[in-house]
């Protein structure tokens, strides 16, 4: 052990009460920054794990179709004849027509994970008490669980009951309660003058209120029927192997495929933008913590070098440099910040572990029934970064003032 760090620990056992304090709001802060952290990130993991189970990293929809205008502009002759401005417009056409030329091209990339077919149009649902508009969406199961989470959101009744019968049907959790059906009942779904009778196989539950509230999953074939579409499809579902790569996966495609293509990021870019406020402004919430704890050791430190003042002195004459003076300070606010970040860090696993393990029942833009939390190095890394940084500046300070002291400045003062 060094002689400096050694003068600085008796210079902390000076302050011990003081310094108590201090490190107990560092600890506390680290603690705190690596809770919130966990949980904001541990909601919007879950939300986008929600989503990608869901609607898939990308949907391919509209067909894009380029029309040319042309306008005349001025060029140096000053005839308005002389030159023209080719202009370039996109129109959209509504649905897929050949998804099986685009299903190929998909299926042959090492990025694309699965592609499913959905045919999605406007119903209205008729149980033997209720009647109400719903969104029939049919699919190729085989195809639709290689890019969603189907199978693992089923809450009630049986997937392969679905698969071997044509007319089944799987209704969202929050629809089945507002038309009151459970599995084995049967109801009606009406589109124009084209009614088909459908019996519920199974109840599923995405975590997404406007989802569950009015989505009902039938096979393609009895959409097509009852949609009136023999062929097409309304859009193509896509996973990925990294769903993080979407958007520039998204616009190397378009202009392939000739078809709109939203990745997941696009389409939840509010939710997303939420989430990240929320993590941000937790964050420099949760710092105020460690700034207060570091205003209160900037004040012990000050105090420290006033009523020191002597034993610096003597230090100076018997041979200590400007910089010693200063590391014995540093060392001060450096052993508070290697002692608060460990033990704040040990505290944060703590608290994020027992939130975790809280009940709490929400439905809305996910389904949960505990809070989620992310355990990820970089909260960590974070806190204690922070820590570090606002401790060390207000270590700097009193231990500049403390070097400056020089020796005859004080034996003079106490000769006088």
């Avoid at 009015?214 to 996973?239: D, E, K, M, W």
């Avoid at 958007?247 to 495929?257: G, T, V």
């Avoid at 460990?342 to 009940?359: K, R």
Wanted: overall charge positive.
């Amino acid at each position: 052990m060094s002689t400096n760090l050694k003068i600085a620990l008796r210079f902390l056992f000076f302050k011990k009460r003081a310094m108590l304090m201090t490190l107990s709001g560092i600890i506390f802060g680290v603690a705190f920054f690596i809770l919130t952290q966990a949980q904001t990130s541990g909601f919007e993991q879950f939300f986008i794990r929600t989503i990608l189970g869901t609607d898939g990293a990308l949907r391919v929809t509209d067909r894009i179709q380029e029309t040319y205008a042309s306008r005349k502009i001025a060029a140096e002759s000053n005839n308005p004849d002389d030159s023209l401005l080719i202009e370039t417009q996109r129109k959209f056409i509504e649905g897929i027509d050949y998804p099986n030329r685009l299903n190929a091209i998909l299926r042959a990339m090492p990025e694309v994970s699965g592609t499913a077919e959905v045919v999605r149009g406007q119903a209205k649902i008729d149980s033997n008490t209720r009647s109400y508009d719903a969104n029939a969406f049919g699919i190729n199961l085989k195809e639709f669980r290689a890019v969603s989470s189907l199978e693992n959101q089923v809450v009630s009744g049986d997937l392969s009951e679905f698969e071997k019968r044509p007319q089944g049907a799987l209704v969202g959790a929050g629809l089945a309660q507002r038309v009151n059906v459970r599995p084995g009942d049967e109801f009606t779904l009406t589109v124009g003058n084209t009614s088909q009778r459908f019996s519920v196989s199974g109840i599923f539950e995405t975590g997404v209120g406007d989802i569950d509230k009015v989505r009902v999953i039938i096979h393609r074939n009895a959409a097509r029927s009852l949609l009136g579409r023999p062929f097409g499809a309304t859009y193509l579902q896509v996973s990925l192997e990294d769903p993080d790569r979407a958007p520039a996966i998204a616009y190397r495609l378009e202009p392939l495929l000739q078809h709109s293509i939203a990745p997941w990021q696009r389409r939840e870019k509010v939710w997303l933008d939420v989430f990240r406020a929320l993590r941000f402004s937790s964050a420099i919430t949760v710092s105020t913590i460690i700034l207060v704890s570091a205003l209160g050791m900037f004040n012990t430190l000050a105090m420290l070098v006033i009523e020191k003042t002597r034993e610096i002195a003597i230090l100076r004459s018997f041979g200590f440099s400007k910089s010693d003076v200063t590391r014995i300070f540093l060392w001060l606010g450096w052993v508070v910040i290697i002692a608060g970040s460990t033990l704040g860090c040990a505290v944060g696993a703590l608290l994020t572990w027992a939130a975790g393990n809280i009940p709490l029942r929400i439905r809305g833009i996910f389904s949960t029934d505990h809070f989620v939390v992310s355990w990820n190095i970089n909260h960590y890394l974070a806190a204690v970064v922070t820590a570090v940084i606002v401790v060390s500046i207000a270590s700097y300070f009193p231990a500049r003032r403390a070097a400056r002291i020089e020796p005859g400045d004080i034996i003079r003062g106490a000769s006088s």
